[in-house]
């Protein structure tokens, strides 16, 4: 005859830890990695002030003057000086993660994590001496 | 004066004495090749024998032992007393996990997230035993090896501030465990685990914050798992929506 | 027939997220120096307004710049929204939050193609 004993199953009574909202402000990886996401603000800013270059050259002569007087100001460099630093941060650390999406293997040893971020940062220093190139040499 | 003794403020958290929880100091001796769990045993042999904690093999090879120390999430077995010199230490269940007693959590949720990504080879056919084994070169097991080095600890779910927020999402152990299957030359469940993995619980929800790396005591790096994860993923729906006639 | 068992549509802006990434990582640095510090300061002579339009107008410069702006934004949506969940535990204003940012983004790639016109 099978009787076998019949366990109520335990339900401890636990104890939940909140997250506090700021959460982010107690440990410096964290503030680090929300400074980290918080350069794509400076980024979308940036391609708004290009925008608004390219906006004004389409308005005239005029209008170009008074948006390149608008970048002289101390407002404007100010957040420019900001902004610099912050894009600088995206690509640094942007480059510096690029290895860990992309892991190729040559035979059985795989290409050093260096290597891949060092060519990421190559490439930029090319692109950037390129772009230069364009905008003043013209 | 060499330190004779070292402090540990431990979290103590007995639900039928009260729902609040507090922590009680221990004054252990302090020995220079003692880690905190060898503290933490020395307390329930010699000084309170109610304190209730996970520890097995003492070693790094079980991953029973993970607690927060200091704020941090490690092994108590690897983590030396000398390290904390000159305390007090504090010692709390690994964060981020409902707490069942003192240093003990409830791990239930993150078990089941690890068998939702069928964490076995599910091969392209069956072949029968007389067929004989699967072959396997050394290069093919670099491929996936470092992903096999889990010994589910469970530090990365603690480390990782989107499972903090987001209790729903499947998290670094699993999503590795997945890519050490997917990886596997002798698996093609690739499709299969697509289903658990690209979802708005599965690998969406990561940041790449990269606290799971960071304290991963066997370097399986889940962070990189996930983000190769992410680009595989990614190139699959876009070849579904663009080239959807392909196989 | 190739599916995606995954029932989300989050890899169509991670996928843009990504792009736009690698193309504010590359190109976005030198450009802020040049036009927002160093002609500003001086240290450089601002092309002449002849120039300057001639480079924009010239139809590679069009495409590149559209490319650059409007992946930019969407590399802003996608981080910023996530950000604002984590961020500021909003989570459950999802779709607020993503309408607003992804919204955002596509307000500024329209206008940025009517600007791209205009020139």
């Known amino acids: ?138 | 004066m060499p330190q004779e003794t070292i402090t540990l403020e431990v979290f103590r958290y007995r639900p039928e004495d009260g729902p609040e929880p507090v922590f009680q100091s221990y004054e252990v001796p302090f020995r220079k090749d003692w880690v905190v769990l060898d503290a933490l045993n020395y307390v329930k042999d010699e000084i309170d024998g109610s304190l209730s904690y996970r520890w097995s093999c003492r070693m790094g090879v079980c991953g029973s032992c993970g607690m927060m120390i200091n704020g941090e999430p490690v092994l108590t077995c690897a983590a030396f007393l000398e390290t904390y010199l000159p305390g007090p230490i504090r010692i709390e269940p690994l964060a981020n996990f409902p707490v069942v007693r003192d240093l003990v959590i409830e791990m239930d949720d993150v078990m089941e997230k690890l068998n939702r990504v069928s964490p076995w080879i599910i091969p392209a056919e069956e072949k029968p035993v007389s067929e004989g084994e699967y072959l396997q070169t050394p290069d093919e097991l670099e491929d996936f090896k470092q992903y096999s080095m889990c010994i589910n600890c469970m530090l990365c779910y603690s480390a990782c501030p989107v499972f903090g927020l987001e209790p729903g999402f499947i998290g670094p152990a699993a999503i590795a465990l997945a890519q050490r299957y997917n990886l596997d030359g002798r698996d093609a469940g690739n499709d299969h685990r697509m289903e658990v993995l690209s979802d708005d619980e599965g690998i969406w929800q990561c940041t790449l914050v990269g606290e799971c790396s960071a304290v991963c005591p066997k370097s399986v790096d889940p962070a990189g798992a996930i983000q190769r994860y992410k680009v595989t993923a990614t190139t699959d729906w876009w070849k579904s929506k663009l080239m959807p006639w392909s196989s | ?119």
């Open chain 1, 1 to 138: 005859m099978s009787h076998y004993p019949r366990y109520k199953k335990y339900r401890p009574k636990v104890y939940r830890r909140s997250i506090p909202i700021f959460w982010w402000v107690h440990k410096w990886p964290h503030t680090r990695f929300i400074l980290r996401e918080l350069t794509s603000v400076f980024v979308a800013f940036y391609v708004i002030v290009l925008l608004l270059q390219v906006r004004s050259l389409a308005a005239g002569p005029q209008a170009y003057a008074d948006f390149l007087a608008w970048l002289q100001t101390p407002l404007a460099l100010a957040l420019h000086v900001v902004a610099f630093a912050m894009v600088l941060y995206h690509s640094i650390t942007w480059f510096s993660l690029a290895p860990k999406a992309m892991v190729i293997r040559v035979g059985r040893t795989r290409i050093p994590g260096w290597a891949i971020a060092g060519a990421n940062f190559a490439a930029w220093g090319v692109f950037s001496v390129i772009l230069a190139w364009i905008i003043l040499a013209v």
């Open chain 3, 1 to 119: 027939m190739a599916t995606h068992k995954g029932k989300t549509n989050e890899p169509f802006w991670w996928a843009l997220f990504g792009a736009g990434g690698v193309f504010a990582a590359f190109f976005i640095p030198v450009l802020l120096f040049i036009n927002g510090l160093a002609i500003p300061l001086g240290l450089i002579e601002a092309p002449s307004y002849e120039n300057a339009l001639a480079l924009v107008q010239h139809p590679l410069t069009r495409l590149f710049l559209f490319g650059l702006i409007s992946l930019s934004m969407f590399h802003w949506a996608h981080r910023f929204r996530f950000t604002l969940y984590d961020g500021l535990q909003i989570k459950h204003l999802n779709f607020l939050v993503a309408l607003m940012c992804y919204g955002t983004a596509v307000v500024v790639s329209i206008f940025t193609v009517v600007v791209l016109f205009q020139v």
